[in-house]
Antibody
Framework: QVQLQESGPGLVKPSQTLSLTCTVS??????????WTWVRQHPGKGLDWIGY???????DHTPSLRGRVAISVDTSKNQFSLKLTSVTAADTAVYYC?????????????WGQGTLVTVSS | EIVVTQSPGTLSLSPGERATLSCRAS???????LAWYQQIPGQAPRLLIY???SRATGIPDRFSGSGSGTDFTLTISRLEPEDFAVYYC?????????FGQGTKLEIK
């Protein structure tokens, strides 16, 4: 069973960089066909797709955050990370890391429990 | 970027009734790469349907997905008490994926 765990500061000051890491167990970051995604959810609101990366480094981000977001993979630690620069209060949200795997034609999606990041001075 | 719109915003039904949720994309979703998720308050979302109509592992057969191109539907044949939650559709057919704004299914 694939499990994901987000880690990082729960409080970030405005204008600083939000950095989160997702530790993956039960699946290998460098398996082809899998993708590693960040999704956020503002309090009481819907799901916002942030971006994804594959082990080969293919990546993309939502246009609304382009220029501020970077997603990377650390195969040695089986982790992937999110960095969001120049944060404001509008970036306060629960951040989820998500794994999408394909096996024998079947798609599976695994979510971390989510971590609340508050942007405040 | 494909914009995904869900309707209705809120659906009020009773246990045992049939629920029909709609998801419309601003352009055709490549390969009908459309997923449905269920989110219970305080929990992470759970994948129900992928590829517009394939049920994810462990999902009861009262959940079914249909549609193609720009119009998709999630049907819950007979509502159980645990089905009252928020449902999201997501298109993942393009490099930039997008979610709908959600449909809240509440008990009438």
């Amino acid at each position: 069973q694939v499990q994901l765990q987000e880690s990082g500061p729960g409080l970030v000051k405005p204008s600083q960089t939000l950095s989160l890491t997702c530790t993956v167990s039960g699946a290998s970051i460098d398996s082809s066909g899998n993708s590693w995604t960040w999704v956020r959810q503002h309090p009481g609101k819907g799901l916002d797709w942030i971006g994804y990366i594959t082990y080969s480094g293919r990546t993309d981000h939502t246009p609304s955050l382009r220029g501020r977001v970077a997603i990377s993979v650390d195969t040695s630690k089986n982790q992937f990370s999110l960095k969001l620069t120049s944060v404001t209060a509008a970036d306060t949200a629960v951040y989820y890391c998500v794994a999408t795997t394909f096996r024998l034609g079947e798609m599976s999606v695994y979510w971390g429990q989510g971590t609340l990041v508050t942007v405040s001075s | 970027e494909i914009v995904v719109t869900q309707s209705p915003g809120t659906l009020s039904l009773s246990p045992g009734e049939r629920a029909t949720l709609s998801c419309r994309a601003s352009q055709s979703v490549p390969s009908n790469s459309l997923a449905w998720y269920q989110q219970i308050p305080g929990q992470a979302p759970r994948l129900l349907i992928y590829g517009a109509s394939s049920r994810a592992t462990g999902i009861p057969d009262r959940f079914s997905g249909s549609g193609s191109g720009t119009d998709f539907t999630l049907t819950i044949s007979r509502l159980e008490p645990e089905d009252f939650a928020v449902y999201y559709c997501q298109q993942y057919g393009t490099s930039v994926s997008t979610f709908g704004q959600g449909t809240k299914l509440e008990i009438k």
